[in-house]
């Protein structure tokens, strides 16, 4: 038996199986989960991946109707129809992989040289010769200053009192985390240097701020925190500040949903007075805290050892974290309080992590393009794109930017928490048991659920491909009206669809699509598609004159493309023109976290960007009205 190896990327998973096994077979004995829910026929056309090397066996019947002669020429093809002639290197996209596999992957990381605003070094005080009466400080500083060049140290005065306490305990030996923009221009520590070393090290230049912000015992070095505040759900990455290597995410829904479930509801309840803009506060800044507890306790670390935070938002989210005034946001012009990047010391903003720990912001752009969109942008390098690229950032509020030529047009658009699940009935979030992916055929309904389990719900990839599935088999027309078929019956609120019928879920109950359902998804896709539209219209360019469609956001990894295009929700451009990238805006804060320079980097961006507010705009509404048709 001939034995060829198959890569598949970007898993990072090889296997080896016999020739002429199919793909969809071979990534299943990968343990690479694969959205398959035609079984393998070649119908249901979910199980694309791209060969990027290698001998595959010729494209079927199957894969000529399924795919575009422009897919196949780009190298995509069907898993279920593809052999193995040969060894392998597979790309599959993140929309055929099933869910927990596509939170594995979720989020591209970018490499940039490490360089952090914080940094620490290790000291070995010597024992006190008897003519010593320097205090423990001073020869801590003064061993800073002899070895790495770090003079004229500032100290910060919650850890003033700790130091002598801490020297004395650990003998001398700690590792001093220092903060400092230009800390890239000194040595960087070395675990092997210690204060014990001859000769002096200095930096030429030593006219900036420095500030010892904390002291670690030997062998324990600084941690930072990733944040991105998102209206619905928070994400954070804890990251190894030596290494710029993430040990953990997480995510959690925000707290302040309590409050209201978008940024104008949260924005009223602020207005009401400072107690409620404090439990705003408080919700965000708890959550972030037990994040980062939850965090730490699953690598066996403190909070405490976190010496960084970077946290992006929209600008609502930036400011209500701050306790910033807020009104201004639900009034035209709608004017950001602070739109430049901020360094603030977390205590002061009530993060417990490191004693003289520090959190930034990055800048915000407008009242209602903040700090994520400036990361996403950062992240996914559509600022410095050559081609001409639209970007979309879905969540509660979508954000789309045009890069053209050396332009970045954005706009932000009230999509709503629909394909959050929020607000359909039997809608939910990506947990075991939602239907992720759907087909229907006259009367029968296929569906893949997380993790295989019997369905309870829909979540939101699940939604916009019961949408798209209406709508191809004539169950709904453009309006969103549903049609007579025999699973349509007349619910409570009006017609709705029977996708999975009573007994059969998982819970018993059945899950359905109501004509409400339909008519959130119109909402929300036609709002995206509108600030499309009207980006476009800016720049004096049509659809087709788009290279890259990037699609970031949670929602966004998850969406079946071919859907949000059957719907609408983005321009009818050939599906190899996408791309999924997942949470870009943890990983432009991530990118903060550990470099100063794209620090730097963003607060470019953010003045480049020409912003355009919608409700303004005398095209949004008739590009909205017309945006709600399913096409
Ligand atoms: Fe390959 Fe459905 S599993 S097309």
Known sequence: MVIYQVDFEPIGRRHACARGTTLLEAARQAGVGIVSICGGRGTCGHCRVRILDGLASPPTGAEDKVLSAEELAAGYRLACQVEVLSDLRVHVPPASLTTPQRIQVEGRELAVPLQPAVRSYKVELPPRAAQDLRPEITRLRDALARVYGLERLAIDGRLLPRIPLRLQEWAGVANAVVRGESLSLLPDHSPALSATDCGPRRAEENSYRIELIDLLPDGRFPLGLAVDLGTTKIAAHLVDLTTGETLEARGVMNPQIAYGEDVIARIAHAME????????????????????????????????????????????????????????????????????????????????????????????????????????????????????????????????VLRVGERLLACSTASGPAF?????????????????????????????????????????????????????????DERGTMQE???????????????????????????????????????????????????????????EDLDQIVIAGAFGTYVDVGSAVTVGMVPPLPLSRFVQVGNAAAMGAKLALISTEQRALAEEIARQVEYIELTNDSRFVGQFTEAMFLR
């Open 420 to 476: 959050e699940g929020a607000h359909i009935r039997d809608g939910m979030r990506a947990a075991p048991g939602a239907i992720e992916r759907l087909r229907i055929t006259d009367t029968n309904v296929e569906y893949q659920t997380i993790d295989d389990a019997p369905p309870v719900g829909l979540c939101g990839s699940g939604i916009l491909d019961a949408v798209a599935q209406l709508l191809e088999v004539g169950v709904l």
């Open 273 to 400: 007075g400072e107690e409620q803009a404090q439990e705003l506060r408080q919700a965000a800044v708890g959550a972030v805290n037990d994040l980062a507890g939850e965090l730490c306790a699953l690598v066996g670390r403190a909070p405490e050892e976190i010496a960084e935070a970077v946290v992006v938002g929209n600008t609502a989210m930036h400011h209500l974290f701050l306790g910033l005034p807020v009104s201004q946001l639900g009034l035209a012009p709608y004017l950001a309080a602070v739109i430049d990047p901020l360094d603030l010391k977390a205590r002061d903003v009530g993060l417990e992590i490191a004693p003289g720990g520090y959190v930034h912001l990055l800048p915000n752009i407008a009242g209602f393009v903040g700090a994520d969109h400036v990361a996403m942008l950062l992240s996914t390098g559509i600022y410095r794109a050559e081609e001409t690229v639209v970007g979309l950032d879905i969540g509660t509020n979508t954000e789309v």
């Open 485 to 543: 078929h025999p699973r349509v019956r007349r619910g409570k609120g009006g017609p709705e669809f029977v996708l999975v019928a009573q007994g059969e879920g998982g819970d018993g109950r059945e899950v359905v699509i109501t004509r409400a359902d339909v008519g959130e998804i119109q909402l929300a896709k036609g709002a995206m598609r509108a600030g499309i539209n009207v980006l476009l219209d800016e720049a004096g360019l049509s659809a």
